[in-house]
């Protein structure tokens, strides 16, 4: 009896590993599906008893298919990073934060605690009371040397070059929007960096992929006070070191940089 179980179990599992995924994604459709109008018509039939406080026709139907799951799912570069900055600039309370293109949902949030002035190559159309967003290109910041005593961008740089937002092709683009960062940032001052890590390379025409020393050698000048990493399975480790950033396929990595010299960048 169980050598035939075992049996069955070994051709189940050989049937999912040889089953093509194009099979697997329509048999999972066709589930949702059939559960979906299941659910429906259980429901209509419940409506028709109620209240009739809303009208319920098949007009209407959004069928949302693939939100039953055991966890809510959540894109860990983007709740972590985000999260991390604004802890940051808690920390630190800067008079004025300048943000250049980072997530629009950082800016919004941070901004009812600091006064952020958020520039973008494609500005944002976002009113919101402590915030300021207007049009900036990283390669040619309309910004003083030295002139900024906090600063942020975050999944950004490794887009600059490649063309993805209509930006010039430009293959050290990268480099030269991060030269204008540190040229703005005054000593003491604080700066948030966010790019992927992994092994270097460009994934044409989405981003480039880091290596941490890679990116630490480009901080010549800055003190590095600290870094965290989102790994490729959503876990966030603070002060993650080398090898386990670079064993990443698609990591994020954070840092916390401020600019050598005196100033008030160190956290209160």
């Known amino acids: 009896m169980a050598e035939g179980l075992d049996w069955k179990r070994r051709l189940v599992r050989a049937a999912k590993r040889w089953t093509p995924g194009w099979a697997k994604t329509s048999a999972k459709w066709f589930f949702h599906t059939v559960r979906f109008w299941v659910d429906y018509g259980r429901f209509r039939g419940r409506a028709r008893r109620a209240s009739g406080r809303f009208t319920l026709r098949t007009k209407d139907l959004y069928p949302c298919l693939h939100d039953r799951t055991a966890t809510t799912s959540f894109d860990a570069h983007y709740v972590f990073h985000t999260s991390w900055a604004a802890r940051v600039l808690e920390r630190t309370r800067p008079s004025l934060h300048l943000d250049f293109s980072s997530s629009l949902f950082f800016v919004g949030i941070a901004s009812s605690f600091v006064p952020i002035r958020f520039y973008d190559y494609r500005p944002a159309r976002l009113g919101l009371k402590g915030l300021e967003c207007l049009q900036g290109d990283l390669?040619?910041?309309?910004?003083?040397?030295?002139?900024?005593?906090?600063?942020?961008?975050?999944?950004?740089?490794?887009?600059?070059?490649?063309?993805?937002?209509?930006?010039?092709?430009?293959?050290?683009?990268?480099?030269?929007?991060?030269?204008?960062?540190?040229?703005?940032?005054?000593?003491?001052?604080?700066?948030?960096?966010?790019?992927?890590?992994?092994?270097?390379?460009?994934?044409?025409?989405a981003h480039r992929i880091y290596g941490l020393r890679q990116v630490l050698g480009l901080f010549e000048g800055f003190e590095l006070k600290e870094r965290a990493l989102v790994t490729d399975q959503g876990e966030f480790v603070p002060e993650a070191g080398e090898e386990l950033s670079d064993a990443q396929g698609y990591g994020c990595a954070c840092f916390w940089f401020s600019k050598k010299g005196t100033g008030s960048g160190a956290a209160s």
């Open 139 to 205: 390669l040619k910041l309309p910004l003083a040397d030295g002139s900024a005593e906090s600063v942020s961008c975050m999944h950004v740089v490794e887009h600059v070059g490649l063309g993805r937002y209509g930006d010039p092709l430009d293959y050290d683009g990268d480099l030269k929007a991060l030269a204008e960062l540190k040229r703005i940032v005054k000593p003491g001052g604080n700066l948030l960096f966010v790019v992927p890590v992994g092994v270097p390379r460009i994934q044409f025409n």
